[in-house]
């Protein structure tokens, strides 16, 4: 049976932080708008900051859809699924910000996260008020091994200086304004402080 939580507390923390990915979710406020959902991986990029803000690195690579929908009206839906030790599902709605790269919060965000999880390719960091805190069974979600992280994004991106990044935003359809036409990334985009 499903609880609610007024806050993450220690064991929320700690079983979220145990996830290897977690999944996002967005949409416009259009009703034929498209619903974004997105997986998110890479040791060390997401990190609980307090009992109700989680905040995650974005970084490039495909469309910016997310972005788009949370500059639009702010909804955002966090998820994580345990694939081994007990069967659960958590998930945080709530209120999301893109916090981009001039932004004068950008720096000492990123200093929340580890060292090593900072590098080329960031576009923002997302930060996430949570509203509602809600665990489900996760009876019907597989057993899982987790082997690694797949360092190709990470090895893609560290070979882009900050000149051929930016232009790599410029160039990549959807980054600038969303499938619906929604702004995303402000483009050009900011340098690096």
């Not at 993450?8 to 290897?20: E, N, V």
């Not at 599902?89 to 001039?102: A, K, M, Q, S, Y």
């Not at 509602?132 to 009876?139: A, M, N, P, T, Y």
């Not at 900050?162 to 980054?175: D, L, Q, R, S, T």
Request: hydrophobic residues 40%; negative net charge; proline residues 9%.
């Amino acid at each position: 049976m499903g609880k609610s939580y007024q806050r993450i507390d220690d064991r929320l923390r700690s079983f979220i932080q145990a996830q290897p990915v977690f999944f996002t979710a967005t949409a416009p406020l259009a009703a034929d708008g498209h619903v974004n959902l997105s997986p998110k991986g890479r040791s060390g990029t997401l990190a609980v900051l307090d009992e109700l803000t989680l905040a995650y690195l974005d970084f490039g690579g495909s469309h910016a859809e997310t972005i788009a929908h949370l500059r639009e009206n702010g909804r955002i839906t966090l998820m994580w699924c345990a694939f081994t030790g007990p069967p659960t599902v958590l998930r945080v709605h709530g209120r999301g910000e893109p916090v981009f790269r001039d932004d004068p919060r950008f720096a000492e965000l990123v200093g929340r996260f580890p060292p090593d999880a900072d590098g080329s390719g960031l576009r923002a960091v997302v930060l996430v008020r949570a509203e509602r805190i809600s665990d489900s069974c996760g009876f019907a979600v597989p057993f899982m091994d987790y082997r690694e992280d797949r360092p190709l994004h990470a090895d893609y991106f560290a070979r882009k200086s900050e000149p051929e990044f930016a232009a790599y935003c410029a160039g990549k359809e959807h980054v600038g304004v969303s499938v619906d036409g929604l702004p995303a990334l402000p483009l050009p985009l900011p340098p690096r402080p």
